[in-house]
């Protein structure tokens, strides 16, 4: 790979509904956080800004992730796989990442058993 191909920028496939995944984990400790999908204006802004701004599937709209709650995530870096269809975001998590009051939305196993750590009252932040 050339030095110019290293340093261009990956073209993300979007694909037929203009949204991808993208996985939220800590930069410090590599703990998956979330998952959400990025729009290419939502993937803009993350890179403009450094926080991560995600699509809202169910409000049809542009999110700033922690917008309401100040739980926001600051995004030290953004890598895509290798089919340019996915992207990692490796973030500085304020508070928690889950709208339920955990720092992971991954917070419990398929049995249901709770695994995560709650660290606010989301009762007290929405």
């Known amino acids: 790979m050339s030095e110019a191909d290293a340093d261009a920028d990956v073209t993300v496939d979007f694909g037929e509904d203009g949204l991808v995944p993208a996985i939220a984990q800590d930069a410090e400790d590599g703990e998956v956080l979330m998952l959400a999908y990025v729009s290419p204006e939502a993937l803009e802004r993350t ?4 926080e ?3 699509y809202s599937r169910s409000r049809e709209e542009l999110w700033h992730k922690g917008g309401s709650s100040g ?3 600051a995004v030290e870096e953004i ?4 089919d340019a269809d996915t992207l990692l975001y490796l973030v500085d998590q304020s508070v928690g990442a889950c709208h339920t009051g955990h720092r992971s939305c991954f917070h419990r196993t398929i049995d249901g058993e709770h695994v995560g750590e709650e660290v606010f009252d989301p009762d007290e932040v929405y």
């Open 47 to 50: 890179r403009e800004t450094g």
């Open 52 to 54: 991560a701004h995600y």
């Open 71 to 73: 739980h926001t995530q």
């Open 79 to 82: 890598r895509v796989d290798c």
